[in-house]
Structures are given as structure tokens and as C-alpha cells.
Nanobody, 115 residues
Framework: QVQLVESGGGLVQPGGSLRLSCAAS????????MSWYRQAPGKERELVAG???????NYADSVKGRFTISRDNAKNTVLLQMNSLKPEDTAVYYC?????????WGQGTQVTVSS
């Protein structure tokens, strides 16, 4: 059974920080490309950050310098550290994994940035 389980979402004030976690199981995590997407109401789902098998990250321009993606293959976990949060970061954040040509999605976790 393949599972991607996100945690760490919540309500935070502008300028604050959150750390999202994604716990993966049911596939060979070390062989997977992992990423975070987000989707705000009325908007398309967009790629926030991705990380490949050797740990090279990539980021959307809107989050560069504020967000950091990392992975711990020993723990089958992907993290998204979000700093200097802005109201426009408000969205449901989804963990995504791709391995052996198959895509997997987490259930999503809500992030709300509001004063």
C-alpha cells in the first residue's frame, strides 16, 4: 500500500514559519523524485519545490530564498521548510512522488497565512 502522508500545516501570521513533512511508504523512496505542490481556491495546482535522487532541489520563483526542500532517505521523509510566509502562500500543499513511471499524491495539508 503506497502512502504519502503530510503533516505540519496550520495557521500562521505573515512573516512566520512552518515546516511541512511528508512520510512515504509502500515504494522505494530512495529511487523516487519527490516534490511539493500547492493549490489555492480557484487557481491551478502549481509546483512549489522538487528534489531529485541525489538531493538537488529546484524551486518556483515565488518561493526562492524563503522555502527549503530536503529529503531524508533513511526516514523516507521529505520536508518543506517555509519561512517569511506571505498571505499569497495560503493553499493546500500536496506531497508528490514519482517512481518507476508512476505518480503518487498525498492527501494535502492546509496552510493559511493571515494576520
Amino acid at each position: 500500500q503506497v502512502q504519502l502522508v503530510e503533516s505540519g500545516g496550520g495557521l500562521v501570521q505573515p512573516g512566520g514559519s512552518l515546516r511541512l513533512s511528508c512520510a512515504a511508504s509502500g515504494f522505494t523512496f530512495s529511487l523516487a523524485f519527490m516534490s511539493w505542490y500547492r493549490q489555492a481556491p480557484g487557481k491551478e495546482r502549481e509546483l512549489v519545490a522538487g528534489i531529485n535522487l541525489i538531493g538537488n532541489p529546484n524551486y518556483a520563483d515565488s518561493v526562492k530564498g524563503r522555502f527549503t526542500i530536503s529529503r531524508d532517505n533513511a526516514k523516507n521523509t521529505v520536508l518543506l521548510q517555509m519561512n517569511s510566509l506571505k498571505p499569497e502562500d495560503t493553499a493546500v500543499y500536496y506531497c508528490y512522488g514519482r517512481v518507476a513511471g508512476v505518480s503518487y499524491w498525498g492527501q494535502g495539508t492546509q496552510v493559511t497565512v493571515s494576520s
